[in-house]
């Protein structure tokens, strides 16, 4: 077992602050994905503090090279991304100018730049930004920039 615990998670043999284990959180229906606060920084982890959920893990230096040496937790982290990937395609309403999934987009942009590389955040950016499109572009500048921003790995 991993002596970190989000590395632990993500490869399936650890639990989060709420003590779930990753195979709990991917079978979230689309409302509790939706209503759910707390798991997305254990997903898609990041070397800042949550500004939403004040107690969520944050990413050492040390603990993101384990990560990324760690097939089984790498392997979780793009479970945790189908997961997210399925719940923008099937629901609309984050398609809107202000919306919390906006962050988590965010997030999810930049934990992909920082563990998978460039090609995967491309990928989901590309989606998002497609959805976003096809829906009129509700989506506000300011969140649109952050998602570019989070792309490019600023």
Known sequence: MSQYPIQA??????????GRVLKDILAYDD?????VHDFIQWCFPLHEASLAVPGAPVLSRAEAEAIRSDPAALSGLRAALGRMTR???????????????HLRITRILSALSDFLGPEPAAEFHAFVTARNAKAGGPVNATSLRYWNSALRGA
């Open 9 to 18: 998670f993500l490869a399936g043999t650890g639990r989060d602050g709420a």
């Open 31 to 35: 409302p509790h994905i939706e209503g």
């Open 87 to 101: 719940f923008y395609a099937e629901t609309d309403g984050w398609l809107r100018a202000y919306d919390h999934n």
